[in-house]
């Protein structure tokens, strides 16, 4: 036998071992590239979630139930919650957001207060593998202000 037949056989055996020994790391990879991907879409739909109870709010006006409701059934991710519950308050438009006053108490552009509902979402986010230093589930968050009047 020819020494091109020899070498043609030891390239395939190396090209097994190179295999053998990058596959776990493209495993590992891709994992990676699902867990974190996974994690985007969840959090994106408890966003989504909060902004659909800003929704119900603005149509329906202060309810509750409602709004949590329309949380819950915003998404087809199991597990969101409206969690802490809708609550509404009176507050003065800033330049940083909203600060909370009396509702009797005019704006420093000389405005009323205005009626406003924070409506919050929750999911505990299970990881596909468990990570040195990293706590799960994990809760990812979402919320929305709407003003009522």
């Given at each position: 036998m020819?020494?091109?037949?020899?070498?043609?056989?030891?390239?395939?055996?190396?090209?097994?071992?190179?295999?053998?020994?990058?596959?776990?790391?493209?495993?590992?990879?891709?994992?990676?590239?699902?867990?974190?991907?996974?994690?985007v879409y969840e959090a994106m739909q408890v966003q989504n979630s909060a902004e659909a109870g800003a929704l119900f709010a603005a149509k329906h006006g202060w309810n509750s139930a409602g709004i949590s409701a329309a949380v819950v059934n915003a998404t087809g991710v199991s597990g969101?919650?409206?969690?802490?519950?809708?609550?509404?308050?009176?507050?003065?438009?800033?330049?940083t957001g909203i600060t909370a006053t009396a509702c009797t108490t005019a704006c420093a552009n000389g405005n009323a207060a205005g009626t406003y509902v924070q409506i919050n979402a929750m999911l505990a986010h299970q990881t596909i593998l468990t990570y040195p230093g990293m706590v799960s589930p994990t809760s990812l968050t979402g919320s929305a202000i709407v003003r009522l009047n």
């Open positions: 020819g020494s091109g037949i020899r070498n043609a056989r030891a390239m395939r055996g190396s090209a097994a071992v190179e295999f053998a020994l990058f596959a776990p790391m493209l495993l590992i990879l891709l994992t990676l590239a699902v867990e974190i991907g996974d994690g969101v919650t409206a969690s802490p519950a809708p609550s509404e308050f009176c507050g003065c438009p800033v330049a």
